[in-house]
């Protein structure tokens, strides 16, 4: 056997083993991918959740802004609604301090002494 045979007969084998070698991973490849129960199929799964999530998350914010929204109309409305009372009130506080007439302070004496008496 010459050198060249040699030579020759090894880069057979050598094309026989990677020719294996592809195989075997060809296979493995063909079960990872497959999508009911390798990593495809996760993949799968995960893919299908998150978008679900993102979904979620999308009508959340939308909701959290409707709800902002509505919250600051009614904040609005109450801070309306205190300046038009804050006067009304000091006008009462006012009149309740004011000086009765002597002849309204003897009606009231006589009404407490009435049903007090």
Not at 66 to 91: K, M, Y
Not at 101 to 108: E, F, G
Request: charged share 30%; hydrophobic share 45%; aromatic share 2%.
């Amino acid at each position: 056997m010459t050198m060249d045979q040699l030579m020759q007969g090894m880069l057979l084998l050598a094309c026989l083993g990677l020719g294996l070698f592809c195989l075997t991973l060809a296979r493995r490849l063909r079960k990872l991918n497959d999508l009911e129960t390798g990593l495809g199929g996760a993949i799968a799964v995960m893919a299908a959740e998150v978008d679900r999530l993102e979904r979620a998350i999308r009508s959340a914010r939308d909701e959290a802004m409707e709800a902002s929204s509505r919250l600051a109309d009614e904040i609005e409305t109450a801070r309306r609604e205190r300046a038009i009372w804050d006067p009304r009130q000091r006008i009462g506080a006012a009149a309740a301090e004011a000086p009765q007439p002597a002849s309204a302070q003897r009606r009231l004496r006589k009404r407490s002494e009435v049903t007090h008496g």
